[in-house]
Nanobody, 119 residues
Framework: QVQLVESGGGLVQPGGSLRLSCAAS????????MGWYRQAPGKQRELAAR???????NYAASVKGRFTISSDNAKNTVYLQMNSLKPGDTAVYYC?????????????WGQGTQVTVSS
């Protein structure tokens, strides 16, 4: 079984920064891509940023230039550096991993971490 463990959420003032981390653990799997999705109250879950095993990245337009996604493939860990945070970034942030195990592909989710941007 593959699990994702997230850390780094919290309360920050507008203009501040936070760094989220997500580590994948388990056995006999390869990671095709990892990403961060977010869900604000009353809204659908949306992609914030995603990085592939080949280090290709894509970002939501609303976070481009402020958020940076990176990964440490040796540690099966993905990071999201969030700068210039706005109240609109307030949401539960979920880590996602697209993995391959044997012949099958799976989509794995973390438990979510709350990010609140408020003065």
């Amino acid at each position: 079984q593959v699990q994702l463990v997230e850390s780094g959420g919290g309360l920050v003032q507008p203009g501040g920064s936070l760094r989220l981390s997500c580590a994948a653990s388990g056995s006999d799997f390869t990671i095709n891509a990892m990403g961060w999705y977010r869900q604000a109250p009353g809204k659908q879950r949306e992609l914030a940023a995603r990085i592939t095993s080949g280090d290709s990245t894509n970002y939501a337009a609303s976070v481009k230039g402020r958020f940076t996604i990176s990964s440490d493939n040796a540690k099966n860990t993905v990071y999201l550096q969030m700068n210039s945070l706005k109240p609109g970034d307030t949401a539960v942030y979920y880590c996602n991993a697209e993995i391959k195990r044997g012949r099958r592909n799976y989509n794995i989710w973390g438990q979510g971490t709350q990010v609140t941007v408020s003065s």
